[in-house]
């Protein structure tokens, strides 16, 4: 089988560049959630975009470097970096549930979840390098955030935590509760009524949170 030689990826210059990378990224999300990783080729990536297979690996390089770009800029899109800001003048309960909020709704989201179902479908077909991949630029990225947030919450003295890593694991699952699950399983049966209760699970987690670990 022929392939193409791979070029080492590089980052976008020109506008028009920057308009078929985020075509690739578009097109790359969208198969990867309808036919799982496996399932979705660098042929048919380029079709969806309108771009050349040769414009597709220029951009980056080969299929699990595309997939990772495709994880991380959604992950960097709802859930910046400055989500987890941390102002030392600010009430942190404030600040937790501001994080729980964009946090949860990002997780139950179902784009989010039918990310989650393809890579699942690709682990039992004996690929767990691409969850592995998911997991490094979703939710470890995301916890290690946290964990920063949290520490400097402790330094402080708005918090007292004695492991912060296990405390930042406690939170995200708190305010995620079933209802991540739920979505997966398709049992999110009146949108209001979910999104209602996303928020309200979220809101109760960190109170629950902050009965362990607020300095009162």
């Not at 022929?2 to 198969?31: C, F, Q, V, Y």
Request: proline share 5%.
């Amino acid at each position: 089988m022929n392939s193409i030689p791979l070029t080492k990826p590089h980052g976008p210059g020109r506008p028009k560049d920057m308009e078929k990378r985020a075509a690739i990224l578009e097109a790359a999300k969208a198969l990867f959630i309808r036919n799982a990783f496996a399932g979705t080729s660098m042929d048919a990536i380029a079709a969806e975009a309108g771009v050349s297979k040769l414009t597709v690996y220029s951009h980056f390089g080969d299929k699990d470097n595309l997939f990772r770009e495709v994880i991380r800029a959604r992950v960097q899109d709802l859930l910046p970096e400055e989500t987890y800001g941390f102002d030392p003048q600010a009430d942190i309960g404030d600040t937790l549930h501001r994080i729980a909020q964009v946090h949860a709704r990002l997780d139950c989201d179902p784009e989010t979840v039918g990310t989650f179902r393809a890579i699942l479908s690709d682990c039992r077909q004996g690929n767990p390098r691409y969850g592995k991949l998911m997991w490094e630029e979703g939710p470890m990225r995301s916890r290690g955030l946290l964990e920063r947030l949290l520490q400097q919450a402790v330094d402080a003295h708005k918090l007292q935590i004695e492991d912060v890593p296990r405390a930042a694991v406690q939170f995200i699952s708190l305010i995620k509760g079933d209802m991540m699950m739920r979505r997966m399983f398709g049992c999110a049966e009146c949108v209001q009524t979910y999104a209602r209760e996303i928020e309200e699970n979220a809101r109760a987690g960190v109170t629950m949170f902050l009965r362990a670990y607020a300095i009162h």
